[in-house]
């Protein structure tokens, strides 16, 4: 017998194990993903008509039997935002299930193949949208059309005032609002701007950039007028961005949400929030709606604008990793509970319904 027949044999061993090991550890983290990535629901694509073009729309639905079901319609932030949120609304939506309500959200215009361009639309076209879609929710015979209510976060927060002002709502879940465009703006600069420890001069000069950006937007500059102001460096900005700015910065919700007075409003702010003043979101909020009695703030002073827990969004592989194996976990504690907590109340149905 060869001398160097059994050393083979052993690596080919070697070799084979090892393959069935990774083959058996890959298996398991698939499974797991897959176990992560599926909810309590049913889910379904849909089409809605509005203004001569179709919303392509995700609809999710509980699994408890009954014919009819409340519904949260999601109203998307800023961004090229599609239906799903890249798969980041599926918690909330589990939850809803969970409080016996379904979730309604379609792709921005120009999203996933979406006709049109979001970038093109002010508020009030925003709040035209969703009043088209909660229209067609309340035409079909499994929504409870006296269920509806509505879900936005940040941009959202002028629009969701607007959408109860052209039909009516239920209650209304606001994740992160501003109240004035031009002043959110400001605070976020000056925020990000501490946070990098910028100095004296960096801070001066940013803030003069945005005083000329301001005024420049006040006498309706073309988007070639705002280049030539900042020296031929558009620093990210594009003709559609500029034009949707421009369409959209004299934004503010505290006159429009009067429309919200007698709505159950549950308002959540985060405490690492460096886009939006909370204190002044809250204050406008408890201003406006506290009388009626029917307003709920809840803070999570462990969270980021966008609820996220810190650690995690400041890691974009933290970010991937839990996304893939935890979604549920990318949230701050008890955002989704009280959520589900808030749907289930008193006044709007949820695990009572009929």
């Known amino acids: 017998m060869c001398p160097k027949t059994q050393p083979r044999r052993r690596g080919l061993r070697i070799a084979v194990w090892s393959l069935v090991t990774v083959l058996v550890v890959s298996a398991g983290l698939v499974g797991v993903v897959l176990w992560q990535h599926s909810y309590d629901m049913h889910e379904q694509r849909v089409s809605i008509r509005h203004g001569g073009h179709t ?23 800023d961004g090229p935002v599609d239906a799903t949120h890249d798969d980041g609304y599926k918690p909330m939506w589990e939850a809803n299930a969970k409080a016996g309500y379904a979730s309604l959200s379609w792709d921005k215009p120009g999203v996933a193949g979406a ?50 002002a052209k039909t009516p709502v239920s209650f209304v879940i606001a994740v992160s609002p501003a109240i004035n465009w031009l002043q959110q703006g400001r605070h976020n600069l000056l925020t990000e701007l501490r946070a990098d420890g910028a100095s004296a001069a960096r801070t001066k000069a940013e803030v003069a950039k945005s005083d000329t950006t301001r005024r420049l937007l006040e006498r309706h500059a073309t988007f070639e007028e705002y280049v030539r102001a900042m020296g031929g460096d558009a620093d990210g900005m594009t003709a559609d961005r500029w034009g949707f700015v421009s369409k959209n910065y004299t934004a503010d919700a505290a006159q429009d949400l009067r429309a919200l007075r007698g709505i159950s409003v549950l308002l959540t702010l985060a405490g690492h929030d460096i886009n939006v003043d909370t204190a002044d979101t809250e204050r406008t909020y408890r201003k406006v709606l506290d009388a009626g009695g029917a307003l709920t703030v809840k803070r999570y002073p462990q969270a980021t604008h966008s609820l996220l827990k810190p650690s995690i969004e400041r890691s974009r592989t933290k970010i991937t990793l839990t996304a893939l194996f935890s979604p549920r976990s990318l949230f701050a504690d008890g955002f989704l509970d009280d959520q589900r907590q808030f749907l289930t109340e008193p006044g709007r149905g949820g695990d009572h319904a009929p």
């Open 115 to 164: 006709p049109g361009n979001w970038l093109d639309q002010s508020m009030d076209d925003r709040a035209d949208e969703a009043a088209a879609a909660i229209a067609w929710a309340r035409a079909r015979p499994d929504i409870d059309g006296d269920r509806i209510g509505l879900w936005g976060a940040s941009q959202a927060g002028w629009v969701l005032p607007k959408i109860a």
């Open 55 to 77: 919303l392509n729309g995700v609809l999710t639905v509980p699994k408890d039997g009954r014919k009819r079901h409340g519904l949260v319609v999601y109203v998307h932030g």
